[in-house]
């Protein structure tokens, strides 16, 4: 423990050193040399305060986020500065050894300074994304319209309109009211059926009572339906005994069955049109590990015939490919959930990327394997990181075919 301590201490030592160094390109007035400093020294003192004093039976989530935000705000543009004049630095090792041995180096201070400058800048924008995201970014809820051919899909149900939302994490807001026109939005799509796939809450089920009445005027036709996610089961968090962990679950379902929300574990239920049926499954948390493995598909879809339109709802993507798309149960269309797109990267029609897509190679939006469809939806809300960043939260509407 020590001696990674003092492995972390190094790294950011050399990395403020290092960006000292374009800053005193940049200006040569002390007092804003000194003023440098002694914010840098306040931010690391106020980080280590906050980390030296978190424990995991803290249920305020502002310790996490205020780390988080600071990290990203404050560090992390620091990071990529130091790898843009890195990159410069190198090239003029290179070039001094090249030309050591053929003709004198020429040095252009100006060039340094320009690069320290644009390095400094590119910081300064970053973490001005940073602040956007936190503000405003996740509250800039989407409404994505999913038009998907189903097999088997009974011709009553042509049009059917389901909404689904994931992620909500509503122990990461602390003001909910501020999520009323992303409940507005879920109403406008006039849904027939609404699915949310898991994580209602970071640790705790007490963290959902604020939201219950929001969530309770969410419009559905056919019902509401919820699974387990793996921050539902309290395995983050600390707990005063076991019975008040076992007791956690429990007090979930019953705050989500006021807000109107009927969750399955490992079962089904079936929403029937004139005699024709659309099965809808819902199983709890199944991921690779170190993520829990309590979901049973064998279970979920018992009694059900193999020909009939089915839609799963399971909280982790992985489950769809070690799982679910060569069930025999011959799922048509799972909904997950889970990877919020890291709540960074850019999401753009032609062009999609986040750091999260090298742990989860199925991560945001749809995708067919094996005759079957996956959609993972980018989630709804946030945890640790209080804010998105190019990956807004997702409102997924679906219309049956």
């Known amino acids: 423990m ?11 030592f050399l990395l403020e050193f290092y960006v000292y160094q374009a800053f005193k390109t940049f200006t040569e007035n002390t007092v804003a040399r000194i003023a440098y400093w002694v914010i840098t020294v306040a931010i690391y003192a106020f980080v280590a305060y906050e980390i030296s004093n978190f424990q995991r039976s803290d249920r305020d989530h502002h310790r996490i986020q205020i780390i988080a935000s600071i990290f990203l705000f404050f560090l992390l543009p620091k990071i990529f500065a130091v ?23 020429n040095y252009y201070p100006e060039r340094r300074k320009f690069l320290s400058i644009l390095g400094l800048g590119l910081t300064g924008i970053f973490s001005l994304l940073i602040i956007d995201g936190i503000i405003f970014g996740k509250y800039r809820h989407r409404a994505r319209i999913v038009k998907l051919k189903i097999p088997q899909l009974p011709s009553i149900f042509k049009g059917y309109r389901i909404v689904q939302i994931s992620d909500v994490h509503s122990g990461s807001f602390f003001h909910p009211e501020k999520l009323k026109p992303a409940i507005d939005l879920i109403n406008e799509q006039n849904a027939d059926l609404v699915l949310f796939t898991g994580d209602m809450v970071n640790n705790f089920a007490e963290e959902f009572k604020p939201m219950v009445q929001l969530f309770a005027s969410i419009k559905s036709k056919d019902g509401k339906f919820s699974v387990l996610g793996n921050h539902d089961y309290g395995d ?5 005994s076991k019975e008040e962990k076992a007791q956690n679950i429990p007090n979930l379902i019953g705050l989500q069955k006021l807000a109107g929300f009927e969750m399955l574990r490992n079962e089904h239920r079936i929403i029937e049109k004139n005699g024709e049926k659309l099965y809808i499954l819902g199983v709890e948390n199944w991921g690779l590990k170190p993520f ?32 679910v798309k060569k069930h025999p149960a011959n799922v048509q269309l ?9 709540q960074f990267g850019l999401d753009l029609k032609n062009l999609r990327w986040s750091p999260v897509q090298y742990r989860y190679k199925k991560w945001a939006d749809l995708y067919e394997s094996e005759g079957k469809f996956l ?18 939260p997702e409102i997924t509407v679906f219309e049956l075919s």
Not at 87 to 98: A, E, L, N, P, W
Not at 236 to 240: D, S, T, V
Request: hydrophobic content about 40%; aromatic content about 16%.
């Open 236 to 240: 983050y968090g600390e707990w005063n």
């Open 334 to 342: 799972t909904l997950s959930g889970h990877t919020h797109g890291m």
């Open 292 to 323: 829990p493995q309590y979901g049973d598909l064998d279970k979920a879809s018992q009694g059900i015939p193999t020909e009939a339109a089915k839609i799963l709802m399971s909280h982790d993507p992985t489950h769809f490919d070690e799982i």
């Open 83 to 105: 790898i843009f004049l890195l990159f410069d630095d190198i090239g003029r090792i290179v070039q001094y050894g090249y030309t050591f041995f053929v003709k004198p180096e």
């Open 375 to 392: 959609y993972v939806n980018r989630g709804f809300g946030v945890i640790g990181f209080p804010g998105r960043v190019g990956v807004l």
């Open 2 to 12: 020590q001696k990674n301590f003092l492995i972390l201490t190094g790294f950011f």
